[in-house]
């Protein structure tokens, strides 16, 4: 009854319809660029994790420095 108050069933409706549709389409964009992943994307995922691990070392750094 949590949902009920807040979204009415035409809401649900619409909010699992988009759900669904924007899978597919996010699924079938993926399938049809995966060829081009290799080319453009090597090891991204490693750069994502370097600088996001730098750049909350450097927070960190800085919030133990200056405190609070």
Do not use: C, E, Q
């Not at 009920?4 to 899978?23: K, Q």
């Not at 964009?29 to 994307?41: E, F, G, L």
């Amino acid at each position: 009854m949590f949902l009920g108050a807040y979204f009415t069933t035409g809401r649900i409706i619409f909010i699992i319809f988009f759900v669904l549709a924007f899978g597919t389409l996010v699924a079938m964009s993926y399938k049809k660029d995966i060829k081009n992943h290799d080319r453009y994307y090597k090891n991204a995922g490693k750069k994502v994790a370097i600088y996001g691990g730098l750049i909350i070392a450097i927070f960190v750094a800085i919030r133990f420095i200056f405190g609070n």
